[in-house]
């Protein structure tokens, strides 16, 4: 099989913008939760689909925090960038902020790395093409995804037998 060509960061990157409104929101009038991160796996989702020129699927999410909340009447931003290919999966990284639309005034309210799988055409695991880093803090990203990716697994293998026991399949 020929080796896939590989692609710059900057041509998957996706910012999302939304205005929150209040069927999105909480008794207190912040966004919920599970808008935030339903918007984090469509930005993430898409850069993967954009990288790798295929269907993909969620696999894992890391560490979500809710740092700051973001009110109704607030825009949310989520820049996601690819940071890493690995053999059929990616690692991407999306950023989500608050911007008050009178001000302009933006806040970073959290950050999740998320994992997707590539699929061909009958749904099974397919070969994605490499990423290719070239600013200092792709570089960086670049190189910590494998330490990341190193401890999602290992987590997820913890995780495995803690709920299955050992020897389950």
Request: charged residues 25%; proline residues 5%; aromatic residues 4%.
């Amino acid at each position: 099989m020929a080796k896939l060509r590989g692609k710059p960061v900057a041509g998957s990157r996706v910012e999302m913008v939304e205005v929150v409104l209040p069927n999105d929101a909480n008794l207190l009038g912040n966004i919920l939760g599970g808008k935030v991160m339903h918007l984090i796996d469509i930005a993430g989702a898409i850069v993967a689909h954009r990288h790798s020129r295929s269907a993909v699927v969620t696999v894992s999410v890391d560490n979500l925090d809710f740092a700051h909340p973001i009110r109704v009447g607030q825009l949310i931003i989520l820049r996601a960038v690819v940071t890493r290919a690995f053999h059929t999966s990616l690692e991407v990284a999306v950023k989500v902020f608050r911007e008050d639309p009178v001000t302009g005034e933006r806040l970073q309210t959290s950050s999740a790395f998320v994992t997707y799988v590539a699929l061909d055409e009958k749904g099974r695991p397919k070969t994605v093409p490499p990423v290719i880093a070239k600013t200092a803090e792709e570089k960086r990203e670049y190189r910590e995804a494998l330490l990341r990716r190193r401890l999602r697994l290992a987590a997820a293998a913890r995780a495995h037998r803690l709920y299955f026991g050992p020897g389950m399949k």
